[in-house]
């Protein structure tokens, strides 16, 4: 079994980079693949998990096949 531990600020580092170019990365999913197999995770951040699939679910977050934002 593996461990995936989640890095601390990694929900609001996600959000705030979604917001800024509206698409969620490669890396943005596996950190959400992370937060979600967290255990110990805030409920702050879960509902902010929730807000932005719904957001990609409403069409305003595209979903890219880019590895990161930076670049």
């Not at 980079?17 to 943005?28: E, I, M, N, R, Y």
């Not at 693949?33 to 305003?60: F, Q, T, Y």
């Amino acid at each position: 079994m593996f461990l995936v531990q989640l890095i601390p600020g990694a929900i609001s580092e996600i959000l705030a980079s979604v917001t800024d170019t509206g698409s969620l990365t490669v890396a943005d999913r596996y950190g959400l693949m992370a937060a979600v197999l967290d255990d110990s995770l805030p409920e702050e951040d879960i509902h902010s998990i929730n807000r932005l699939l719904r957001s990609v679910i409403k069409g305003k977050v595209k979903i890219v096949n880019d590895l990161s934002a930076i670049g």
